[in-house]
């Protein structure tokens, strides 16, 4: 079973930047797309960004030109470049992969100060 965990939160002014890491401790096949998701307190989990295995991406428009999101199959890692942020990018955030199921990660909590 692929086991997830994201590391690379923090605390942030808002302006700044941070990368979250996702780390899976098995094999990640080509095909399976990983997205990046986020809840805040009181909201749903949200897709913040998703990258299929050939490497097209699709963003919210939320953070459309601000994130980037990228992955490394060799390594079993994917990735969420964050620019430019803002408060309400506030949320613990989740990395998935979806595949016969989807499997989570843990959150890491990304705060960002006004």
């Known amino acids: 079973q692929v086991q997830l965990v994201e590391s690379g939160g923090g605390l942030v002014q808002a302006g700044g930047s941070l990368r979250l890491s996702c780390a899976a401790s098995?094999?990640?096949?080509?095909?399976?797309?990983i997205g990046w998701y986020r809840q805040a307190p009181g909201n749903q989990r949200e897709l913040v960004a998703h990258?299929?295995?050939?490497?097209?991406?699709h963003y919210s428009d939320s953070v459309k030109g601000r994130f980037t999101i990228s992955r490394d199959n060799d390594k079993n890692m994917a990735y969420l470049q964050m620019n430019n942020l803002k408060p309400e990018d506030t949320a613990v955030y989740y990395c998935?992969?979806?595949?016969?199921?989807?499997?989570w990660g843990q959150g890491t909590q990304v705060t960002v100060s006004s």
């Open positions: 990258i299929r295995g050939g490497g097209s991406t």
């Open positions: 098995g094999r990640i096949a080509d095909i399976n797309p």
């Open positions: 998935a992969v979806h595949g016969g199921r989807v499997i």
